[in-house]
């Protein structure tokens, strides 16, 4: 393969250029030849800019390049333009091209771009670009990447270049004649028999091999004879743990458990074998399985699978392995444990000093971080609001569950019960929450809420038979889970994930009795440590105040996030306030109050000096939105760019509110193409993100709207399909109904379906979410004709724009009202009168003219596509500023200033 290098780097050299890929498995040894080759083009003469994708803190390659070529030219070409935030990535490569042109002119050029399919989405098409467009000039492009699926924008260009290019290098693992080779290079002597054997358990892998050999001989467990090494070690060398450790750190979350599960799945394992050791349904676990083989660490033989490198499961069940979850040997059966305290939020389960012969110990759950405490007193907040708190939580904990967050919402409806909110006063709730739970996987918890609910005496026998029949369908599925159902004293049946620790003499529905508590006991949860001294990666709490965002409940929202802050300070517990501001700050921008909203993320950014770094994303990836609305794309740029750079880098990491900021930065800098492939991508299988689409009802219109501008028809369907399919399984949500009529609307060219959406995001409350479906229903009424209805469709669109100070929006909806040829429109004032008919807003003065001519309150709200809640606080807004309390002296006020 050295040769076909050499080979090109000459042909390079005489004017003829083109691109190399190289690819294969982690450790192939891509990296190595790279390096080699770069060297040797530097000797010949040529050009070399060496870059690597996707190294943290890092400039992008694209970035890279930028700067190697302001290095080779000086100051012959101006380079501010190119690194501007907001620059579009197909000017940009054309204006690469040139300079590369430019530079391949006076001296041919080797590109080397290293971990290529870590590049970022517009490196991507860039490189895309400048491959094709520099085809013939004396530029040789040297790409090396893993095999990954093609999820994203810059993984499908990549994957083209590979295809596409003039020759494709693949690496894969080293031969028998090769390992000895290696072998032998690496210890300076002749491999024998035991040196061969553990150089077998690396299966072929040339970085493994060297790193273990290497270790091997650190230890001093290496001796050579007469020209021949042997080992004498029989354990692996501790060093090599860290080796592992960086390996793994390159794959998704799903992928190394599969890993480290590996001594319990068996050698040879079928999908379905792991699915049910993971409790992951196997079409899901399917694309990491995949991905596992791409990456070179599974090998597949029909059905069946093999780990490839036992140097790998052997790191993984050392004792001293701290890359992932410890695994125990055996698998962990379950025991139930009887104390006569109950146990506190914050109380850690000690097992028995000494085991039980023949009986496994229970594994103890991780200590609590103390936010379940914080969530506790917050939650009881909630009645403070409401008398409906129960129906109020169970939705909001419904749509979590919805939204993939099973596990968090399981804990929460526990905490609830604890701080005093009955969930199980209602049968019907429990019905629909157990549901829900069971459905999402959470099978313990339900069997819990619904044992209760049975203890009740009051319960109907209607209820009853439904409550047993949903039990029985939990506990056969926990049956099918844990593949046993070991009974527990009080005759519940636990899987292996849980048990219950039993509190003796507790009174339910009247009868002594035992209940149940939660405990994991097989494959203890670990939380990432913070600097803040809490364990959880984020506070429970954090999830509490996202569901009731979610389902519309703002004033529960903000009793939730004042009760957390005062409990808190009350506690003088660690806890995030970054997080905290930014849970407030999303709640004001989703009821537009977006400069108030400005305020709460910005104090949320002056208090990290106390909080772990990446607390602060969703703040920053709030002001971005903010910035996208008052028109700064550059603040907007900045706060992405350090959000992105702090985001873990986990595959499983929640960073939707990231990804939705960064889709709506696309489309303001006018690329729609990216901004949705950002979220969604039928082509490269980038699926919507359950949680987002949940949390912003918006999205799905938005992206059936820029689909259409970029052609993505596909797109456009599934984003439609998904919205509708998150409103059917949560329909007292206002918000998520308007989200689904306004995807369709657009869709299908639908002004019915667009003013249905209309309603629903007036009932949700969320003024910018009713302009955007105000402006779209416009459109498809000026598509018809229908112009002095699209007129006022408008009008309240920018009315509510205005309110909420979005300046952007507010000077689109001015452009448009001015296409129709309304030009009496005035910008907001910068600075109005506090009193009398001059303070009065646009908005407001809408709402005058409706009453004035004789309108109910519901007849105006009806006419100006407003909520009659908004007409009633805009009409008491008036009377306070005029100084009046009636109608009559209203009119009278309207007569003398507007009427002449």
Known sequence: MLSVLAGRLSTTLQGSGGCISIEGPIGAGKTRMLRETACEGAEQGLTVAYIRAGIIDQPTPVRELITFLQHVMSSESEFDDLVRPDVNPFWLADRLSELIGDAARKRPLLIVIDDAQRADEISGLVLQGLVRSLASSPVLWLLARRPVPARSLAQHAIGWLSEHATVQLHLGPLDDEAV??????????????????????????????????????????????????????????????ATVDRLLGELPLVVRRLLMHDRRIGHTFTIEEAAALLGEAAPELSPSVDEAVQAGLIQRTGAKLAFVQDVIGEALQHVGFRGGEPVPSAPTTITQVSRSEPIGPAEAFVPPAAPVPGRPVVSPPPQACGCDEITAQAMSALGDVSDKAPVTLVRALRLLIGAGRGAEAGRLA??????????????????????????????????????????????????????????????????????????????????????????????????????????????????????????????????????????????????????????????GEAWSEPLWHGSRAEMLVTAGRLDEARVAAETGLRVMDRSAPNDSVPARAI??????????????????????????????????????????????????????????????????????????????????????????????????????????????????????????????????????????????????????????????????????????????????????GARRDVSRVQRKLRNLGVHNIGAPAAERPTSGWESLTSAELRVVRAIVDGRTNKEAASMLFLSPHTVDSHLRRVFAKLGINCRVELTKHFIEHEAS
């Not at 072929?204 to 080992?231: C, F, H, K, R, Y």
């Not at 800098?669 to 918006?698: H, K, W, Y």
Request: glycine letters at 8%; a negative charge.
């Open 180 to 241: 000895a080779a290696l072998c032998a290079g690496v210890l300076g002597a002749k491999p024998d028999t035991s040196v061969l054997r553990w150089a077998a358990r690396c299966g072929g892998n040339p970085w493994l091999l060297e790193n273990l050999l290497s270790a091997l001989m650190e230890a001093g467990q290496v001796v050579i004879v007469d020209g021949t090494a042997s080992v004498l070690a029989a354990r692996l060398p501790e060093s090599v743990l």
């Open 414 to 571: 526990d905490i609830a019960v604890r701080a005093g909110i009955e969930m199980i006063a209602d049968e019907h709730l429990v019905l629909e929450f157990a549901q829900g739970l069971q459905d999402a996987g959470c099978h313990d918890m339900p069997a819990e809420l619904l044992q209760r609910t049975l203890a009740r005496r009051d319960l109907r026998d209607l209820d009853r038979a439904k409550i047993q029949g949903l039990l029985g369908d939990t506990e056969r599925r926990l049956m099918r889970v844990s593949g046993m159902a070991p009974k527990l004293g009080n005759g519940r049946s636990a899987s292996l994930a849980h048990a219950f620790v039993t509190d003796r003499d507790t009174e339910i529905g009247g009868e002594t009795g035992a209940t149940g508590r939660l405990i994991c006991v097989a494959e203890p949860w670990q939380a990432p440590a913070r600097s803040d001294g809490d364990t959880c990666e984020r506070p429970l709490w954090t999830w509490m105040t996202r569901a009731l965002i979610a389902a519309d409940q703002f004033e529960d929202a903000a009793a939730v996030c004042a009760a957390i802050k005062q409990e808190s300070e009350k506690l």
């Open 623 to 804: 002001l971005a939105r903010i910035s996208l609305h008052h028109g700064d794309t550059a603040t907007a740029s900045e706060h992405l760019r350090m959000a992105e750079r702090l985001v873990p880098k986990d595959p499983g990491a929640d960073k939707g509110s990231l990804d939705w900021a960064l889709a709506q930065f696309h489309a303001v800098c006018g690329r729609p193409s990216m901004a949705v492939q950002t979220l969604i991508s039928v082509e490269g299988e980038v699926a919507p993100d359950i949680l987002l689409f949940t949390e912003a009802p918006t999205a799905a219109a938005t992206l059936v709207r820029l689909a259409r501008k970029a052609g993505l028809s596909p797109e456009a369907e599934l984003a439609a399909e998904f919205a509708r399919r998150i409103t059917d399984s949560n329909p007292a949500v206002e918000s998520l109904a308007g989200g689904a009529e306004h995807a369709e609307g657009l869709l299908r060219h639908d002004p019915a379906a667009l003013h249905r959406a209309v309603e629903h995001y007036q009932l949700s409350g969320r003024p910018l979410a009713t302009g955007s479906a105000l402006e779209d229903a416009a459109q498809e009424e000026q598509a018809i004709r229908n112009q002095a209805q699209a007129v006022r469709l408008l009008g309240s669109a920018l009315d509510l724009y205005a309110d909420c």
